[in-house]
Structure formats: C-alpha cells, structure tokens
C-alpha cells in the first residue's frame, strides 16, 4: 500500500508513473515530499535520489521561511522604534504632518499634529481651517488650500489657531499637492509647526529693535557703526543726526573723505580715532568739521571698540559724536575772563604794592614827628589840646600804617610774591605779647579777653610776624564785633604734627550763608554798619592767607549766631623744614 500524506497520494505511488507525470506531481504538490516513505522493494535509484533532493530543498525552505519570520519581527520592532523616534522628534520640534485625499476627504495626521492642535491621538479630525477664527485668516487659509489644488502649486499661511485644548498658538502651515498617475491633484499633503515661542520672541526682538531705532534717530548725537574685515572697514550705519548736525550723507565718512572736512590744525587730534583702544576702553577727540553750508562746527567724538570673543579680532567700532560748539565757545569765553581777572589782579596787585610803598613813607614821617612832638623831645607843648591832637594823629597813624601793611601782604600773597621767613617760634609768647597789645582795646570796649595757654612753650618752625598777623588780626575781630559785658577766649592745644589755636567769642556770630565770604578780601558781613565801618574786611582773608602759606587750615564755626569760634591749625613742621626742638 501507498500511504497519502496529508489527504495527498504518496510519493510511491507517484513514482508508479512515468517520470514526466512524477515530476510534473512534484510541481503541483510541492509539500508531498514531507510524506515520502520508500520501500526496500523500491528499484529506481533515480527516483529515490530525486525525492532526497526534494527533501533537502523542502529543509532549505522552511529555513528561509524561518528566517523571513525572524527578519519580520525585527522588522516590526525597528519600525516601532522609528515611529517612537518620529513622534519624539515632532514633539521635540512641535511640527505635524497630515495628509487630505481629495477623492474621499479623507484626513491622515501624524501623531504630532494631534499633540500640536490640543488632540487625543485617534480622535476625530476637525477640518483645520475651521480652528482659525475668521478674523484670524480663516477664510484665507481655505483660499489658499483651493488655490493650490487649482494651481497645482505650495503654499504657506500663518495664523493664530484656537485650539482644542483651548489655547491659542501660532501655526505655519506648508502644502503641496500630490499628483496622480495622469497628472491630476489626488490630496494635499504637508506640515504644520507650533511657532508661537518663536513669534513671541520675534515680537519682542522687534519691539526692541524699534525702540532702538528710535532712540538712535531721535538722538541729538551722531551713531555710527564702522565694520573691519581683514584690516579694511567701511562705515554700515550713521543715524540721522549726522544729516541734522553738518549736512553730511554717508558718503563723507568714508576713508580720506572725511579728512577733507576736518580743520587743517585739528587733523592729528581727529587721527585719534583711528587708534583701537582696549576692550573695555575708548578713544576721544575734540576737533573742528566743516558743515555742508561751508562754516565750522566743533566735535567731541568718542569711540568704543567690540572684539569677537573667542579670536579677539575686531569686528566693529560704535562711535558718537556730539555738537560741542556752545561748550567751546563758552570755554573760551570763559578763558579769555580768567586772563582777563587775571590781568587785572595783577594790575590791582601792582598798584597797591605801589601805592602802599607810596603812603608808608610820608606816614611813617607823620608818625615820626607826631611821636617826637607828643613827647616834647624840642620843648614843652603848653596847650593840652594840642597833646590830644598829636596822640589822635599818633593813633591814627599806626592804624592807617597797620591798614596799608595789609594791603600790602595781601597784595604779595596774591602775587605769589610773599615769602615767609622761617624760624623758631614760641607760640605761647607770640599770644602774651599780643594780648598786651589788644587788653586796652578790650578794656575799652568793655570786654573781658582771657587765655588758657599751657605753663611750657610750644615751640615751632614759622614766620613769626605773620603768626602774630594771624593772632592779632583774630582777636581784634573778636573784639570788635563782641559787646560789652561779652568774653573772648583764645586757647592754644597741640598734638603730634599740628599746633591749634581757637579763638572764641559770644557776639554777634556769623550767618553760615556768609562764612563762605570771608575768605574774599574787603568782604564784610556785619549787619551793624556802626561795627562795618571800623574794619576793611580784610581780617580773616589775611588770616586764611597766611595760615594756608604755612601749609594749615583756618575753619569757622557761628552756632545759630551765638557768637563765632575761629580755629587754626598750623603744622608742627613745614614742608623741607625739620620741627623746631
């Protein structure tokens, strides 16, 4: 018997046949020779090597199919990847793709597209173009759509879509058509992109851009922004002002053009803006360009350098010019007064020096006589009036030889012309001696003078009639502008490398607004012209001077008017002169 394998006749019984029908079986059942079993009856070496033949192929086959299974799972699991991949790369770039068949309207989208429009994957797809509110472009972005279909052609629309998640964002949306075999639009296909950050960031870029364009061109100042390539440059950006303030275009700032405007002697200083200062530093020249209607203008142009930074080279200059002819007229202006209070102090300096020696000689003879006669030296004066005269004249004499002694310091001082001569000074005696000098004028004028000055001398390098200048000159002052019943301290501290004296009053003291002045000479402050009258205002000038000669400081203090401290400090040593032991 011939078994059948699988409901097909057995390979012996198909070797029965003729080798034409056996093969021709072999073709028709091709999984016969699963079932082939051969007897030991069985003669035809042929057919028995044929059907191992088969079954070996058969073998060989279902390795392949193995392998085309093993290949597909692969396959499948690549694909799965890829689709994960893609769907993170349209998250990752918020794009979509979709796809619209014009033969069924039928809508194909990318899992991206339902991320991007607020959509669950697998939910129904609205028709876009009713996401965009009409005032919005709605209507525009279906025009556009049948434009294309009809033209055969891409197009581009941008629009702020409502989505389903309820929030707005800004679409691109790119479409192609897709042609059929004979030619005709069968869909369109294309991507959209969520661009809304990037609008908004354009948006503000925009804004700011603006504002600088404006605050550039409104400017009074001259922008310019010149560019280097490879050691050449050419000037990219001038603002308006360049217009506005010498009539120039950009033309004229080009290479040796701009040097044709610029004033023959202000040529090496406009050069220096050539130099490439550090980074984090700038040039600035002050020079003269001729505007456009031919009349010079003075500029002060000030550059700034920037580097690239990771090479360092240059990449731009930004610079600004400004219109500095008030400045520099009033500068001038300004100049031509100082030389010309100058020249007139020296004048004034001159003069007094002058006239000071003038009247010092006739005085010191009216003084002289007035002295010999008040003290009879020729004979007796019988006459008691005539003594009075002669002790008024006396009196009057010195006070007008003190005056014209002043004057003539200050004079000096002003003139640079004042040397002191430095020696060792006894503070403490130098301040005795003139409150002898200044108790009757005191007594007279019914103040009390006291001084609190140490029991061992202070002993320093200065010029001692200019000290005894500054202590008599304060306590005068006190003096006068105290009234009677008042007081005048004066008092003497010292330490390491400065000597103090301070004279205190409780007169009428000093407006603050004032103090300022008393440094000026002939200036007077005293609202009682009765005290105003007695002095030329030259004290405290005098005073300031010549302490500030001896290298130290005068301050004055007049607490709410409560009468005036007067302070000055002198330094222990003068400058190239060792203290005094």
Known sequence: ????????????????????????????????????????????????????????????????????????????????????????????????????????????????????????????????????????????????????????????????????????????????????????????????????????????RDRVQELYRIMTEAASDIITVYRLNNGKGRTEYASAALGRMLGWSLRNLEGDEFFKHVHPDDIAEAEKLGEIPASGKSVTATYRVRHADGHYVWIEGTFNTVFDEETGRVLYRVGVARDVSERKSYEEAVQAARLSAETANRAKSVFLANMSHELRTPLNAIIGFADVMNREMFGPIDNSRYRNYLASIHKSGEHLLDLINDILDVAKIEAGKLELRLENVNLTEVIGECIQLMSERAASAGVQLKAGLPAQGIIFMADARAVKQVVLNLLSNAIKFTPAGGHVDIAVMHGADVVRLEVRDDGIGIAAEDIPRLAKPFEQVCDDPGLAKRGTGLGLALVRALTELHGGRVTIDSPARKGTIVTVELPLRTANYETAA
């Open 1 to 204: 018997m011939h078994t059948a394998v699988n409901g097909l006749p057995s390979a012996k019984a198909l070797l029965n046949t003729n080798r034409f029908n056996f093969v021709l079986a072999i073709q028709v059942y091709p999984n016969a020779g699963q079932g082939v079993a051969l007897t030991r009856n069985d003669t035809d070496q042929d057919a028995r090597a044929r059907v191992a033949e088969l079954e070996a192929e058969l073998r060989r086959e279902r390795a392949r199919a193995d392998a085309a299974q093993t290949h597909a799972v692969e396959l499948e699991s690549e694909l799965k990847v890829a689709r994960a991949q893609f769907a993170l790369a349209e998250r990752a770039m918020r794009v979509g793709f979709w796809r619209f068949s014009l033969k069924d309207g039928r809508k194909t989208w990318s899992p991206g597209l339902y991320a991007l429009l607020g959509l669950e994957p697998g939910a129904p797809i609205p028709e876009l173009g009713l996401l965009i509110p009409k005032d919005e472009g709605g209507v525009a972005y279906l025009e556009k759509r049948s434009a294309a279909i009809e033209n055969r052609s891409s197009y581009f629309i941008r629009n702020r879509i409502r989505c389903a998640d309820g929030l707005e964002r800004v679409i691109d949306t790119f479409g192609e058509p897709e042609l059929g075999t004979s030619g005709e639009v069968v869909a369109l296909v294309g991507a959209s992109q969520d661009v809304t950050q990037r609008v908004m960031v354009e948006s503000e």
